[in-house]
T-cell receptor, first 112, second 117 residues
Framework: KNEVEQSPQNLTAQEGEFITINCSYS?????LHWLQQHPGGGIVSLFM???GKKKHGRLIATINIQEKHSSLHITASHPRDSAVYIC??????????????FGKGTKLSVKP | NAGVTQTPKFQVLKTGQSMTLQCAQD?????MYWYRQDPGMGLRLIYY???????DKGEVPNGYNVSRLNKREFSLRLESAAPSQTSVYFC????????????????FGPGTRLTVL
């Protein structure tokens, strides 16, 4: 089983701060996903990345395949960024059916 | 496009009752998934279906059955509900199938909050 560890579990920030959420996994992978779960419960996919870095608006995701580690950064954080951020990776063997293993999530709260 | 829809949104059952959670997607996706989400735990895969007519067990299949009725619909059945099945259930879909499937984005339904008394 691919173990997925996220840190921190909870994070409180002031509006405007730069935020970093970390994800480590135990087994080499081909792709890593970052998802966002809104306070109302809905889950949306933010990024899928297999190498390097991706940027979407104020969100930046990086991955280091050799170190089995990924980070999600939020620049100029805003209260609307408050959510749970979830990292997910394929199981050992690659997840040929598309199934993923999910971390427990990082709950972010951004105060105005 | 509605994306992934789930019914019902909320349900309360008594121990031993049965029910079916419905899920449908309109994105012509091959793969569909059922997850449960419990406090302090990550999403856990119950069952998945890589294509119409096929289903496979995930991490926590006990107490559940599934049916991939057609390409659009994937239902989850609790035959005899237990309090341990109190959870939030999410259905998801992706293009799926074959090598490289782990690259595919998953699209989630809004969830069903189930309480078993």
């Amino acid at each position: 089983k691919n173990e997925v560890e996220q840190s921190p579990q909870n994070l409180t920030a002031q509006e405007g701060e730069f935020i970093t959420i970390n994800c480590s996994y135990s087994v080499g992978i081909s792709a890593l996903h970052w998802l966002q779960q809104h306070p109302g419960g809905g889950i949306v996919s933010l990024f899928m990345l297999s190498s390097g870095k991706k940027k979407h608006g104020r969100l930046i995701a990086t991955i280091n395949i050799q170190e089995k580690h990924s980070s999600l950064h939020i620049t100029a954080s805003h209260p609307r960024d408050s959510a749970v951020y979830i990292c997910a990776v394929p199981p050992p063997g690659g997840g040929s059916q598309g199934n993923l293993i999910f971390g427990k999530g990082t709950k972010l709260s951004v105060k105005p | 496009n509605a994306g992934v829809t789930q019914t019902p949104k909320f349900q309360v059952l008594k121990t031993g009752q049965s029910m079916t959670l419905q899920c449908a997607q309109d994105m012509n996706h091959n793969s569909m998934y059922w997850y449960r989400q419990d406090p302090g735990m990550g999403l856990r895969l119950i069952y998945y279906s890589a294509s119409e007519g096929t289903t496979d067990k995930g991490e926590v299949p006990n107490g559940y059955n599934v049916s991939r009725l057609n390409k659009r619909e994937f239902s989850l059945r609790l035959e005899s509900a237990a309090p341990s099945q109190t959870s939030v259930y999410f259905c998801a879909s992706s293009e799926g199938g074959g090598m490289g499937s782990s690259y595919n984005e998953q699209f989630f339904g809004p969830g069903t909050r189930l309480t078993v008394l």
